[in-house]
């Protein structure tokens, strides 16, 4: 079970250069189920998410390069590319900005994953993680890779 909450992050008061980051690049077999297949620095993975928002199942699978250049064959979306800083908070959490380029070039997210649901109620984001876009739809990868940032 995946339980995380988005944000909307305009901008940050730190140099976001000094954490840990990978690049991503990721597209997608099937949009209805989510089928998405990822290069996450040096490694790759296929994952098969679930229904949801901010709660639901995903299955991810490490896959060789070579499985990875077969699948890349099969997708149904441009290539969206980002690059995800991992920058530690409160309480041994983790927040992962991503700065996305290419079509979605100024695009920055902030994502935080949970052990539970309590936990992720309880959380009191940094003022700085923006907006929480958690249950707006328009902010999900599947939906930027098909019609862009969102006008707010």
């Known amino acids: 079970m995946e339980i995380e909450k988005k ?15 990978k690049e991503i690049s990721q597209s997608y077999i099937s949009l209805s189920p989510t089928i998405r297949i990822r290069r996450l620095g040096d490694k790759y993975f296929l994952t098969v998410k679930g229904r949801g928002s901010v709660c639901r199942q995903e299955f991810e699978l ?46 920055i997210t902030t994502e935080v994953e949970f052990k539970s649901v309590e936990e992720m109620e309880s959380f009191v984001p940094p003022q700085w993680f923006g907006k929480d876009i958690s249950l707006d739809n328009r902010y999900k990868n599947t939906w930027l890779i098909e019609n862009g940032i969102p006008q707010e």
């Open 7 to 21: 944000y909307l992050t305009k901008a940050l008061p730190f140099d976001i250069e000094q954490y840990p980051k």
């Open 62 to 107: 490490e896959i060789s390069k070579y499985e990875y250049d077969g699948l890349l064959k099969k997708r149904c979306t441009e290539e969206l590319l980002k690059t995800r800083h991992f920058i530690p908070i409160e309480k041994g959490l983790t927040a992962e900005v991503d700065i996305y380029h290419g079509s979605l070039n100024g695009l």
